[in-house]
């Protein structure tokens, strides 16, 4: 634990550091050093979670082990809020950031509730062709079957073109 408590310290401060450094042509190379690098720690962090026995199915990737009374998978189209919300209803970290695709493999939570066990699963964001295989839209989708719940995040100022979207791929 004191290992992935060093490597998230270390994740805080690079996001520090890139936070604090001004973005322009001169300091793009640095950035990307800095991505790379905070990259390389998630995987090793991921690397021990799947070692661990993770309380809330830990897996690789998109192969997550079902636990607990029932699986919520969040859909969405990128940036409309999934992983904060996992973030915020579980003590599990998933990445938020103001870019699109942050999320980039299903990231397990798990809310108990009224004694329920209830694992929720941080998506990737749908787009449309997901079904055709754009993005990583087959993984999500095909994930998103073993739910016992689908919950759709929706961007507030697109609700109805995006459900429509989000429909039409999940029906295949």
């Known amino acids: ?20 450094t001004q973005k322009n042509k001169a300091t793009s190379y640095h950035l990307g050093q800095l991505k790379a690098k905070v990259a390389k720690l998630r995987r090793e962090l991921l690397g021990k ?10 897996g690789e990737g998109f192969d997550v082990t079902k636990t607990g009374d029932a699986r919520v ?6 940036s409309v ?18 870019y699109e695709f942050t999320t980039l493999t299903c990231i397990p939570g798990v809310i108990r509730y ?6 929720l699963l941080d998506l990737p964001g749908i787009i449309e062709g997901a079904k055709d ?6 993984q999500v989708i095909s994930t998103a079957r073993t739910c ?3 919950l759709v995040l929706l ?18």
């Open 114 to 119: 009224k004694g329920a066990r209830i694992q």
């Open 155 to 172: 961007d507030a100022m697109k609700p109805i073109t995006h459900k429509n979207v989000i429909a039409r791929e999940l029906e295949g």
């Open 133 to 138: 295989g754009k993005g990583r839209g087959r």
């Open 73 to 78: 998978g969040l859909i969405g189209f990128p």
């Open 49 to 58: 979670a799947v070692h661990s026995s993770g309380g809330a199915g830990a």
């Open 148 to 150: 016992n719940l689908i």
């Open 81 to 98: 809020g999934k992983s904060t919300l996992l973030n915020k209803l579980t003590d599990t970290f998933s990445e938020v950031a103001g």
């Open 1 to 20: 634990t004191t290992m992935s408590a060093d490597v998230l310290r270390k994740i805080q401060e690079i996001e520090g550091e890139m936070a604090r």
